[in-house]
């Protein structure tokens, strides 16, 4: 059964108001501005101070044909994507972030506008979506990629070139007295054994 389009975007804004009201259920607004999720098992994986970014490429990516308050949305979404629980992606418990919440994180002055910066944004290609159409950054993703990869490799390093524990002090006596009494064993034999060859001569 085919869906009208005015019934598709009561459908989508029931929705979406839904999934609103569950954030405003499960969130936490801090002085910040940054959301903390009750029961949530992370609210920032890395927490990082800073953020990566390369000028060069932004410069050179389709973001920069892109109006300025269109850049200043991405901007502003890639702060809260900095800050999420999976890193470069605007999720809460792996769902999409509202767009009654988000518009009001990045600053914008209605979630119309957002909606409209946010599809101006999408036709120039700059966000992708996964299929639960969560919005996330392509570079952010594949940096974290990288850390992950990086402090992997670290750990099977220092695991493979662990120093070998060295011996208590009650065990270096063990190994001492152990080897005095082997050397006091084969002392005995062989005053044995010269003992035996002079009564034999």
Known sequence: MMIGSGAWKEQAANEQGKASKEFDRKAIWLPSGRAVVRGAAQVSKRSLPWLQFYPSDWLSDSVAGCSLAAQGLWLRMLFVAHNSQRYGYLEMDGRPIPDEQLFRRCGCSSVEEYRNLLAELQAAGVPSRTDA???????????QQERDAAAERKRQSRASHAPVTPMSQGEVKSQSHKSETESEKVKFFDNLKTVAGKKGG
């Open 133 to 143: 159409g969560v919005i996330y950054s392509r570079r952010m993703a594949r940096d």
